[in-house]
């Protein structure tokens, strides 16, 4: 019901920013909550943040936290995460993911709660 397209994502230097972007098309933007969520070589896909329909509400995971920014613009029907002093542990592929407010469980941390999902940035941090 919604497609998601992603950008972004790159290579820098431990301590630099990137940005992860995920555009949304097919349906009401503010219909569904957004996440996102890493995955490196070898782990399992893990929760990173969420966001509500208003984007009132955000929540990350603690090794995150005052380094990530998760927002939205609903005109635009974007989500972006905003990830500063980036460290080595962060490299994987980020996606975002839609689920519908109304099967929205917040705050949605695991990867079955969400039911539609972008195709992936990479991101790279060297040290």
């Known amino acids: 019901q919604v497609q998601l397209v992603q950008s972004g994502g790159g290579l820098v230097q431990a301590g630099g920013s990137l940005r992860s972007s995920c555009t949304a098309s097919?349906?009401?933007?503010?219909?569904?909550?957004m996440g996102w969520f890493r995955q490196s070589p070898g782990k399992e896909r893990e929760f990173v943040a969420a966001?509500?329909?208003?984007?009132?509400?955000?929540y990350y995971i603690d090794s995150v936290k005052g380094r990530f920014t998760i927002s939205r613009d609903n005109a635009k029907n974007t989500a972006l995460l905003q990830m500063n002093s980036l460290k080595p542990e962060d490299a994987a592929v980020y996606y975002c993911?839609?689920?519908?407010?109304?099967?929205?469980?917040?705050?949605?941390?695991?990867?079955?709660?969400?039911?539609?999902w972008g195709q992936g940035t990479q991101v790279t941090v060297s040290s």
């Open positions: 097919g349906s009401t933007f503010s219909g569904y909550a």
């Open positions: 993911a839609a689920v519908p407010n109304t099967r929205s469980r917040w705050p949605n941390t695991k990867p079955d709660d969400y039911a539609y």
């Open positions: 966001i509500n329909w208003s984007g009132a509400r955000t």
